[in-house]
């Protein structure tokens, strides 16, 4: 059976060598390899209500449902994430459709991808002269040799933190006019250079338009929702075409620009199987609805697609004209994040949006691309950096979880600069100039809602990013602001909202649902 071969593919655990083989090492890792093949474009799983004029509906991730402990079930839900990685409704990166392909395409297409994507980070570790890379952690098998560490006792191995307030010229940062002017363009210029690449200087311009505009009731609540399509200027390489896919919804009663919470968003198309726990009580868009404001969804595929093999398609293979990316070339967390600036630029020319008070909300992987977005963008207002882990806001110098290494190998390479890779071999954690915690600082003095969960969500590291939040208080306090007014890891559930960054782990799984209250309560003393 086709399921059968994709499965295998998925229990791969890391035997081949990571410059030539696309899986991480875990299970988990491998399932979101696929997943990330089935994705290098979008048709979206709304099609059918984009047809009937209706506006789009939020969906789940895979990442939402972390596996339970339940053997059975894991099974069961894992061959779902399989089906769902080879029927996935979208348009792939050379224009093709996976789902009207015969079986023996579609192999013939995911082995295409996988050598692709292997070939090219490849080609990254041969431009930045690495013959290999450490393994990453294995989070499906504790008894693997490279199995994943959740011991605290282990998780430090190199404690000491760069100093956010320390210039390079080793002098102290002393006040906000040093900050502003020296210490925060340094931490860009190592951010860009190091971790998440430098955005092309010269990049196309976007021009907007209203694909669509509607009146619907969505839980009671009446809403006005616009589709949007940002179309990217591709004169100067025809071959590829960017159409940024962004909806935006508003209250249909509001009497003045409404405050927006916009999310990088999974989009799940309706023959994918529900969960087996469904998430209860109100949707987060609800929720956000009634407070009286609006909200925006961005599919982030329609910007740069989540795979090594798109690098050379999107608004990343656009600006290099197709062309393989330099040592310091942005990865799609830095794409991602531009996308969102401009749907920020339209939004400053809509009426119905108070363009002052938007936030930017993600999960998981798009929990990396909000901090990101947050960091670099001072337009935006408020985060909800939700279980961002590695890459996002966990502490890069922490063992625990998923590590350096994971990140750095060829399924989430793309991510990241090419320059990220050295980090997992020859270089090690402790010679990464920066850490996350001044992602962190680098959006301040504006609020900052760090979130996770419990179950199942060890792999983020909540501890690690409960740090970077800790270690990024310094220089919200230089900036004027309250700190997270804790130092020491809370209990599950314990809510911390009382300063300007914020922190709470919630008692379920891989899913920022259940923080969604805390995060509006938060969110409240600043937008109104």
Known sequence: MEIARFYNLSRNVGVQSPQTSPVSGTLRSNVRYLYHLSRTGTKGGNEGRRVLGRPERPCYDIDYFAFNGNKRNNVLYLVAIILFCISVATINVVGQDVNSMTKEERDAYFE??????????????????????????????????????YDETKANPYPELPDALLLKSGKKVTSSKVWWSKRRPELIEEFDREIYGRVPANLPSVRWE????????????EVVTKKLVGRVDNSSYPSISVDIQVTLTTPASATAPVPVMMEFTFVRPPWFPAPANPPVGPTWQQQVLEKGWGYAIIVPSSIQADNGAGLNSGIIGLVNKGQTRKADDWGSLRAWAWGASRILDYLETDKAVNAKQVGIEGHSRYGKAAAVTMAYDQRFAIAYVSSSGEGGVKIHRRNYGELVENVAASSEYHWMAPNFIKYAGPLKWKDLPIDSHELVALCAPRPVFIGSGENGDGWCDPKGMFLAAVHAGPVYKLLGKKDLGAVEFPPVETTLISGDIAFRQHNGGHTPGPNWPTFLEFASRYFK
Do not use: C, Y
């Open 210 to 221: 209203v694909a669509s505009k509607v009146n619907d009731t969505i839980e009671g609540i």
């Open 112 to 149: 295409k991808l996988k050598q692709a994507s292997s070939a090219d980070h490849k080609k990254m570790m041969d431009l930045l002269g690495i013959a290999s890379i450490r393994q990453g952690a294995n989070g499906n098998d504790p008894n693997a040799p490279n199995a994943a560490n």
